[in-house]
């Protein structure tokens, strides 16, 4: 099955850095590669997704990179704020596969 | 006007009784979920049904049953409740015939005494 490995497991950034997580898959058939944000006490929100088909995709101050040949995929915040401080968590799947395989996550905090 | 919701959001119970959480949604979605996130915050699939139908049974005690009334609602039982079973289960759905994007309801922290 799918192996997901992401890093850090921790980051603190300055409120205005930029913060950067990355994230490696095992499956070279996996092609749906999202985001999600985990705040405190909530579920997982998808806030971006990126398929095998592009290779960048941006939304504000997010950005999500893909290298299908190194099986690597990172997202990019921008100009951070304290609202980013989160858990993030990667994931792939396949096309026709339901079950989409979660990375270890990365809590991401934010100094004022 | 929750999207997917699950009941009850915190549960504290005795290793060896039995407890279900259960889940709905109001999206009109196929495909609902089972997570299960441990202490470490990582998140693993357990279950997942579309249109009623088991597709997803991933290595999962049989003292986790999981029950899909209707595409609306996946319901969780699980028996003979042990220790390692305390973490905080996700329900979700998502809108496709495949995976895509998961809608997570709020969670259900369970605690085993």
């Known amino acids: 099955g799918e192996n997901v490995e992401q890093h850090p497991s921790t980051l603190s950034v300055q409120e205005g850095d930029s913060a950067v997580i990355k994230c490696t898959y095992s499956?070279?058939?996996?092609?749906?590669f999202p985001w999600y944000k985990q705040e405190l006490g909530k579920g997982p929100q998808l806030i971006i997704d990126?398929?095998?088909?592009?290779g960048e995709k941006k939304d504000q101050r997010i950005a999500v990179t893909l290298n299908k040949t190194a099986k690597h995929f990172s997202l990019h915040i921008t100009e951070t704020q304290p609202e980013d401080s989160a858990v993030y968590f990667c994931?792939?799947?396949?096309?026709?596969?339901?079950?989409?395989?979660f990375g270890a996550g990365t809590t991401v905090t934010v100094r004022a | 006007d929750t999207a997917v919701s699950q009941t009850p959001k915190y549960l504290v119970t005795q290793m060896g009784n039995d407890k279900s959480i259960k889940c709905e949604q109001n999206?009109?979605?196929?495909?609902m979920y089972w997570y299960k996130q441990d202490s470490k915050k990582f998140l693993k699939i357990m279950f997942s049904?579309?249109?009623?139908?088991?597709?997803i049974n991933e290595t999962v005690p049989n003292r986790f049953s999981p029950k899909s009334p209707d595409k609306a609602h996946l319901n969780l039982h699980i028996n003979s409740l042990e220790l390692g079973d305390s973490a905080v289960y996700f329900c979700?759905?998502?809108?496709?015939?495949?995976?895509?994007?998961?809608?997570f309801g709020e969670g259900s922290r369970l605690t085993v005494l």
């Open positions: 979700a759905s998502s809108p496709g015939s495949w995976g895509g994007e998961l809608f």
């Open positions: 499956d070279s058939a996996s092609n749906y």
């Open positions: 990126i398929r095998s088909n592009v």
């Open positions: 994931a792939a799947s396949g096309t026709n596969d339901y079950k989409l395989s």
């Open positions: 999206l009109g979605h196929d495909t």
């Open positions: 049904y579309n249109n009623k139908e088991l597709i």
